[in-house]
């Protein structure tokens, strides 16, 4: 793939990664909650399952959705619900101090964060996008897959960290469990909010 190429998919998925979504929520409310180092598994679990949905777009399954928008509408419904679900979690979370140490609940496991992605319908779609704008035809094919995977990781990762590190900074200043409930409630909103982003 060529440098230009590579800098516009680098821009269009850039956009797409930093912009607020469910991802991001979930990524600031885990970092408030939880801290950096721990929510960095939920932050793997969701750039791997970016790169399992590019793969499966890149290999066929694009071509399904498109072709039975059946698939598309069942994708939005499960999203939907699981979001609604992590929303439910993230307003309900009990009060916890960042400091205390030893035994504490823990943040979204890696596999749950890899899931979200997997019912995400604007992660089908950006991955979707990325494949049909970028991927190039012929014997180039594998190799532009391959530069789209490398160019969503490193997007993925910056982004990922820039959201986390906003929501750690914002847990510094959540020492008191009303502060924490507010600030929950608000995240939990944001993200059953982000919801009605999947049916526009």
Known sequence: MELNLFLSLLGFLWVAAITPGPNN???????????????????????????????????????LIILYPALHLCLKIAGSAYLLWLAWKITTATYESLEVTGQQEKTLPLWQGAVLQLVNPKAWLMSLGAVASFSLTGKAYITSVVSISLAMFLVNLVAGCVWLAFGTVIGRWLHSPRAWRIFNLFMGLLTALSVLLIWI
């Open 25 to 63: 929520m979930l990524l600031t409310t885990s970092g408030a909650n939880f801290g950096f180092i721990r929510t960095i598994p939920l932050m793997l679990g969701i750039m791997f399952g970016m790169q399992i949905m590019l793969l499966l777009i890149a290999f066929g399954v694009g071509n």
